[in-house]
């Protein structure tokens, strides 16, 4: 079945920091992405949806200088967290769908816990 | 405003019991609801629903579909303590030009010994 994978699963850095997502769909092309967050004991919030080819689109209060989105080709989407402080410390999680069947739900990647010292 | 609500938020269960999760919604657009489970990572897939009535069945796992009443349920028979994790629902619907999922905020499911 279809499968997103997600890099990296872990990251610790100093406030300051810019740290790059890596979601890749490894068995089929996704035109569109998504990337999600999710706080300690809280839901998922979709923050942006990844275009192949063009321009991400930002959900609102999300802020696109922050979070830079590139879906440079059709297997990958990336998510810059710029100049991260400890408050964009949570869960970040990138989803595809397989365009050839929607009748298919979204697949998840194994997500990437970020923590900002 | 679109939006996906979960009942109960948490709930404490023992081995054996049953449990039925509720999620109702409001979104223009609908497509279709899906349920999934979280433990330590990512959300794994349990159903797809699109039409109503129709119960979707796996193994001890079964939900179903109103679209008249907009809601959805999702009951686990027979729980075991590997069952312990968040149950989310989500509504897949139209914004703009994708279609993209709204969540609730999830149910906590504690199966104890």
């Known amino acids: 079945g279809a499968v997103v994978s997600q890099h990296p699963s872990w990251v610790i850095c100093k406030s300051g920091t810019s740290v790059k997502i890596e979601c890749r769909s490894l068995?089929?092309?996704?035109?569109?992405m998504f990337w999600y967050r999710q706080f300690p004991k809280q839901s998922l919030m979709l923050m942006a949806t990844?275009?192949?080819?063009?321009?991400?689109?930002?959900e609102q209060g999300v802020e696109k200088d922050k979070f830079l989105i590139n879906h440079a080709s059709l297997t990958l989407s990336t998510l810059t967290v710029t100049s991260a402080h400890p408050e964009d410390s949570s869960f970040y999680i990138c989803?595809?769908?397989?365009?050839?069947?929607?009748?298919?739900?979204?697949?998840f990647g194994d997500g990437t816990r970020l923590s900002i010292l | 405003e679109d939006k996906v609500v979960q009942s109960p938020l948490s709930l404490v269960v023992h081995e054996g019991d049953t449990v039925t999760l509720n999620c109702s919604y409001e979104?223009?657009?609908?497509?279709?609801l899906l349920w999934y489970k979280q433990e330590k990572k990512a959300p794994t897939f349990l159903f797809m629903l699109?039409?109503?009535?129709i119960e979707k069945k796996s193994g001890r796992l079964s939900s179903i579909l109103d679209k008249k009443e907009l809601f959805s349920i999702l009951n686990i028979t027979a729980t075991q303590t590997g069952d312990s994790a968040i149950y989310l629902c989500?509504?897949?619907?139209?914004?703009?030009?994708?279609?993209?999922?709204?969540f609730g905020k999830g149910t906590l499911l504690t199966v104890n010994p």
């Open positions: 989803s595809a769908r397989d365009p050839r069947d929607s009748n298919q739900p979204q697949h």
């Open positions: 068995d089929f092309q996704a035109t569109t």
């Open positions: 990844s275009n192949e080819g063009s321009k991400a689109t930002y």
């Open positions: 979104v223009t657009n609908f497509r279709s």
């Open positions: 699109t039409s109503s009535g």
């Open positions: 989500a509504v897949d619907f139209s914004g703009g030009s994708n279609y993209k999922l709204t």
